[in-house]
């Protein structure tokens, strides 16, 4: 079996805990693609080879039966028959494989899932941990191998303080300090880079194009946790997306633009009434136009999207069906492709109309809290790397807002792994941010040729 130094050194320390009975419980942070599916896959293989005439059981537990469960039976499978011992191990009730008289069960930890009454007599293992509710954990995993005071392991990425992996690592770290016997392990993509040159450059890439500071590359390749939430940008990130060029009031030859639009909520108001409103409590409108162009990318030249906010649209109080031609002209002038429309409820009939005068360039975005966390880690993403310039101060009101908006605007990170964007509705409206973020997620997938966006399937 061969494992790297540092799955080597995981390794030896649960092998040795499982063999004097010592009952630890392990918390192993990797590098996303790290290899550690490959070390529990081996630890199974091995164990279940030394129990296989006197028998027992390994219980792994992941997030979601479909896919990671599957996944990571299907991984023991592989490795099975790498190791010529596929004739010898066989499949029970779909989501068992033994050896002999060992078998690995593999569970999944989704609230809705009965788990109880299993038990976990040779190893515990839970998978991404951090994804994993402290509460079914407790009440139905951990006494799975009390009785037999089973090794477990925790494996998982970072992400913020307050998950299942983060307990347990913290707990770790203290009792380390007691006794000197190591249960955390930590691997960042740098260590997986000393054994990987492919993976190196994979993750440099990933850096140029997330940046540093994006959350996602901190949590799962820098094995940072995040700090439950707060400002979405940073005032030193606004002032390094503020660029130099004006607003255009027409498109130039031989330029490719995207547009994001962001539709306000329809009111029984005249137009009068609804500008004489409180600010904090009438929305707009608001069309973001881009202009796109693909450069690439020191170190790695990669060859990425980068955005120039060139002209911004807002209407506060119209009726959507009185902006359908205005809406439909400005379009065509600026010739965008895509066009990302907020189509969530009473947008929905708008970004119809639209489709049906401007055909496949509009490209319809429903919001769920999935596909508005991936809508905000995209547009982190532009601004983290680089790659997103607004236009200079010109003294307009678009401007003000979305300076405002982007000063207000914070984030919060959910145990899913997923986070939320916003204006609190005591500091304003979030219009002019997610009119921008949509502008980023029709740009992300940007090609000349092309020239469209895909629609996620959240």
């Known amino acids: ?11 030896h320390a649960v092998l040795d805990s499982v063999r004097t009975n010592a009952g630890h419980t392990f918390s192993v942070e990797m590098s996303r693609q790290g290899g550690k599916n490959e070390l529990s896959a ?45 004739d010898l191990a066989r499949s029970e009730m779909g989501y068992m494989v033994s050896l002999g008289f060992a078998r690995a069960i593999f ?9 109880v009454g299993h038990t976990a007599d040779i190893l515990m293992e839970i998978d991404e941990s951090q994804d994993v509710s402290k509460d079914k954990y407790t009440k139905e995993f951990r006494p799975m191998g009390s009785p037999t005071n089973v090794t477990t392991i925790h494996y998982g990425t970072a992400w913020d303080d307050s998950t299942l992996l983060e307990e347990v690592k913290q707990t770790n770290l203290e009792l380390e ?67 130099q060029h004006g607003r255009l009031p027409h498109p ?24 004489a409103s409180a600010r ?31 002209a911004q649209y807002q209407w506060t109080g119209e009726p959507h069906s009185q902006l359908y031609p205005i809406m439909v002209d400005l379009l065509r002038r600026w010739d965008a492709k895509p066009v990302v429309v907020d189509s969530t409820g009473i947008g929905q009939p708008v970004a119809s109309f639209l489709k049906k005068e401007l055909g496949a360039r509009v490209v319809p975005f429903v919001f769920t809290q999935r596909s508005k966390s991936d809508l905000g880690f995209n547009l982190l993403a532009f601004v983290n790397s680089g790659r997103i310039k607004l236009y200079k101060q010109d003294g307009s009101p678009e401007f003000r807002n979305m300076m405002e908006q982007l000063t207000a605007a914070r984030s919060m990170y959910r145990p899913n792994q997923t986070m939320n964007f916003y204006v609190d509705p005591a500091d304003g409206h979030d219009d002019f941010l997610v009119s921008l973020a949509l502008a980023a997620h029709g740009a992300a997938d940007f090609s000349p040729r092309a020239a469209k966006g895909g629609q996620r399937n959240d």
């Open 1 to 11: 079996m061969k494992l790297r130094e540092y799955q080597r050194e995981v390794a």
């Open 42 to 86: 081996h630890l199974e293989i091995l164990l279940m080879l030394v129990h296989m005439a006197r028998g027992g059981s390994i219980i792994k537990c992941s997030p979601t039966f479909k896919p990671q469960t599957i996944i990571s039976m299907q991984r023991l499978r592989d490795r099975l028959i790498d190791f010529g011992l596929a």
């Open 107 to 115: 569970l999944s930890a989704e609230h809705s899932t009965s788990v």
């Open 177 to 243: 300090k007691k006794d000197g016997v190591k249960r955390h392990f930590r691997f960042d993509w740098q260590v997986v880079a000393k054994h990987n040159q492919q993976y190196r450059r994979y993750v440099s890439g990933e850096l140029t194009r997330l940046g540093i500071d994006h959350p996602l590359f901190r949590t799962q390749y820098m094995l940072e946790p995040l700090r439950g939430g707060g400002r979405f940008v940073t005032a030193q990130q606004i002032e390094t997306m503020t660029g």
């Open 252 to 275: 130039d030859p031989g330029a490719y633009y995207v547009a994001g639009i962001d539709l306000a909520g329809e009111r029984e108001e005249t137009k009068e009434e609804a500008l």
């Open 280 to 310: 904090h409590k009438i929305d707009s409108t608001v069309i973001t136009i881009a202009q796109v162009e693909l450069a690439k990318r020191a170190p790695t030249q990669l060859i990425e999207p980068n955005m120039k906010i060139v």
